[in-house]
């Protein structure tokens, strides 16, 4: 089994971790396998045992692609004869059938989502703050977790989220009034004044330590998006909410 190539290859931090996930889960199947030859053969059994798993066509292709430049930099590195790496690159990926399908919010749907979050407790203002920031900034779930003070700067007299870095490159991001507005509430009530912008809260309702994780970022919206009726609404569907309402030069006050 050759040795996994270099990480630095992916910029994103997000890129880097769907990467190694891969690997690792490639690694662990084939040395659960006796006596294996890295070859064509053993990468379609691969591929029946990602499709055995019922995952979805998009995740299988995206963990063999992920197998296949592992075949091409053994290959450069003369760990791999040419011929078995051009074998590996033929191995076809699932079909899919059909596209997935967003959740598309109407605007009074979203409206409605981050308007929910009303109880003033801290909680309740912490994830009203992160439904706003995610409908109104579309930022990914990465993205918020990693938010600090520092990234909201006044900007041409305009609030933004500036130097974002998020798939590999920076951006600055405008902040409407009404996210303004409600992370200000939020700040108020967390009384933060450096580090992270968003924190935890305990069942208590005392905000406690720094920085919230992805997967809070993710119960935020499955929380909220159940009282709505909505369901298998994600995070990254926020962000196609967030475009078209810009598109569209509305605000959901």
Known sequence: MPKPPSLLAYNSPESQRS?????????????????????KTVVTRYRLHLED????????????AVVRRLADEAAEAGLLSPELAAGIRRV???KRLGVRLRNWLTAEQA???????????????????????????????RELSDLTLDHLQRREEHWAIIDLVGKGRIRTVPVPDWVKRTIDDWLKEAGATNGRLFGRVCR??????????????WY?????????????LAPHDLRSCARLCHEAGGELL
């Not at 690792?24 to 070859?39: A, I, K, Q, T």
């Not at 109880?119 to 109104?136: N, Q």
């Not at 935020?220 to 298998?232: L, R, T």
């Open 92 to 94: 076809k990926g699932s």
């Open 53 to 64: 798993r019922r995952l979805a066509p998009g995740t299988t292709n995206v963990r063999l």
């Open 204 to 217: 208590a309702g005392t905000v406690w330590g720094e920085g919230i994780t992805e997967k809070v970022v």
């Open 111 to 141: 409206r409605s989502l981050w308007q929910l979050p009303n109880a003033g407790t801290p909680k309740s203002k912490r994830d009203r703050a992160i439904l706003a920031v995610l409908l109104g900034c579309g930022l990914r779930r």
């Open 220 to 232: 935020v919206v499955k929380e909220y998006a159940a009282k709505i009726g909505v369901s298998k």
């Open 19 to 39: 990467y190694r996930h891969a690997i690792d889960e490639f690694v662990g199947w084939y040395c659960s396998e006796p006596r294996l030859s890295f070859n």
